[in-house]
């Protein structure tokens, strides 16, 4: 089954939650809690909003699929050590799925690389919920593969220093559209005086 594989087909999901909706007595919030786990995964995809919607409001109000739109909240507004707290507490859901602690790392160092150039080393560890030597792995692995560099930082320990992009490294860009000629200005300086 694609749910509990490591596989994922959003629209085979889809199908899925709108064939319950036409026969609500074959449903299987078992079933329902998985397809909505792996939709946590595919993040930033916003496949979890689109399989919530096709949930009835009272299945979306048991505790589980609660647990789960908080787990949603707190990745899409970049809470991760809220979000890895609360996964915590809810190991019976998050854990039915394999590879989801994975993903939702890789969905993490996604976000801080379009938000930072260099990131302390807490603030990566908080992120990802890894620390000590499986950091330490984890961040010699980036090194070697991802372009990641490493760089003593001032009080705060060790900066990781991520490749560039368009988004953690805004550039000023000019554009022959939006610039107005001089000419037109002085034009303009008459009219006002």
Known sequence: MVVSSQTYSLEANLCLLRLYQFEPERMSTQIVARILVKA?????????????????ERVQMEEQFKTLIVLSHYLETGRFRQFWD?????????EAVPGFEQ????????????????IPR???????????????????HQVANSGWTLEKGHARGQLIVLPQNEFNHPELKKSAADSVPLEHITRIFPILG
Do not use: W
Not at 46 to 53: E, G, I, N, Q, Y
Not at 86 to 94: G, L, Q, T
Not at 103 to 114: G, K, N, P, R, W
Not at 122 to 140: C, M, Q, R, W, Y
């Open 40 to 56: 946590l995964m595919a993040m930033p995809a916003p496949d979890f909003s689109l399989c919530l919607f096709l949930i009835p």
């Open 86 to 94: 609360e996964a915590a507490k809810s190991r019976h859901i998050v």
């Open 103 to 118: 993903a939702i790392q890789t969905y993490a160092i996604h976000v801080l690389s379009l938000t930072y150039q260099k």
């Open 122 to 140: 807490p603030v990566l560890a908080e992120a990802i919920n890894i620390e000590g030597l499986s950091l330490d792995k984890f961040l010699e």
